[in-house]
Nanobody, 121 residues
Framework: QVQLVESGGGLVQAGGSLRLSCAAS????????MAWYRQAPGKQRELVAT???????NYADSVKGRFTISRDNAKNTVYLQMNSLKPEDAAVYYC???????????????WGQGTLVTVSS
C-alpha cells in the first residue's frame, strides 16, 4: 500500500509565498508522473502543474511564471513552490502521483488528502 502525505498549506497574504510538499511512502517500486491539482469552493478540480519522472514540467496558464513544481526522487516527494500568490489561488491543493507498487507489481494513481491554501487580499 502507498500513502501520500501533504503539508505546507496555510494562510498567506496576497503577494506572498508558500511551498507545498507531498511525500509518498509504502510499497513503492517506482514513481511516474507527479502532479498538483486544486479545487476552490464551488469549482471543479483543476490541474495546476505536472512533472514527469524525467523532470519535464507543465503548468496551467494561470500559474505560469509564479509556481514551480519539482521532485526529489530520493525522497519520493513532489513540491510546489507558489510565489506571488493571488486571492484566486485559494483552494484545497491535492497531489496526484502515478506509482508502480511492489507485490503485486501494478500501476496506480494515488491522491493526497489535500492541503488548504488561503490567500488574503
Amino acid at each position: 500500500q502507498v500513502q501520500l502525505v501533504e503539508s505546507g498549506g496555510g494562510l498567506v497574504q496576497a503577494g506572498g509565498s508558500l511551498r507545498l510538499s507531498c511525500a509518498a511512502s509504502g510499497s513503492i517500486f517506482s514513481l511516474n508522473a507527479m502532479a498538483w491539482y486544486r479545487q476552490a469552493p464551488g469549482k471543479q478540480r483543476e490541474l495546476v502543474a505536472t512533472i514527469t519522472s524525467g523532470g519535464s514540467t507543465n503548468y496551467a496558464d494561470s500559474v505560469k511564471g509564479r509556481f514551480t513544481i519539482s521532485r526529489d526522487n530520493a525522497k519520493n516527494t513532489v513540491y510546489l513552490q507558489m510565489n506571488s500568490l493571488k486571492p484566486e489561488d485559494a483552494a484545497v491543493y491535492y497531489c496526484n502521483v502515478g506509482v508502480v507498487t511492489e507485490f503485486p507489481l501494478r500501476y496506480r494513481e494515488i491522491w493526497g488528502q489535500g492541503t488548504l491554501v488561503t490567500v488574503s487580499s
